[in-house]
């Protein structure tokens, strides 16, 4: 079992930036791949990034991609999702998720590869 807690949401104005930390616990190593998703209200669940926790691979929906980066800290367990450039549309709940499986994307994450998922934090930008 893996337990995800994420951190860092809040609210910014369009053009700032946030960084967003997910601590993962409760198994000894995490390996496999990690992901963000996230979800603003009435829409579906749309992968974010997402990284292979032991090569450092990293993956991105085309809506983010050039603006976040998702890296990790692998004695810490930790995946961080560095936003920049924010834009309104990126107003979401964002989630961390992980599997402990090494998943290939030729896009973003797709939800259903992964099955522990954080509680969320929110992010609101202002135009």
């Known amino acids: 079992q893996v337990q995800l807690v994420e951190s860092g949401g809040g609210s910014v104005q369009a053009g700032g930036s946030l960084t967003l930390s997910c601590a993962a616990s409760g198994h000894t190593s995490l390996t496999g791949t990690m992901g963000w998703f996230r979800q603003a209200p009435g829409k579906e669940r749309e992968g974010v990034a997402a990284?292979?926790?032991?090569?450092?691979?990293?993956f991105y929906g085309d809506s983010v991609r050039g603006r976040f980066t998702i890296s990790q800290d692998n004695a810490q367990n930790t995946v961080y999702l560095q936003m920049n450039s924010l834009k309104p549309e990126d107003t979401a709940m964002y989630y961390c998720?992980?599997?402990?499986?090494?998943?290939?994307?030729?896009?973003?994450?797709?939800?259903?590869?992964?099955?522990?998922w954080g509680q969320g934090t929110q992010v609101t930008v202002s135009s």
């Open positions: 998720a992980a599997t402990l499986r090494r998943v290939y994307y030729f896009g973003p994450p797709q939800a259903v590869d992964f099955p522990y």
């Open positions: 990284i292979w926790t032991e090569t450092g691979a990293t």
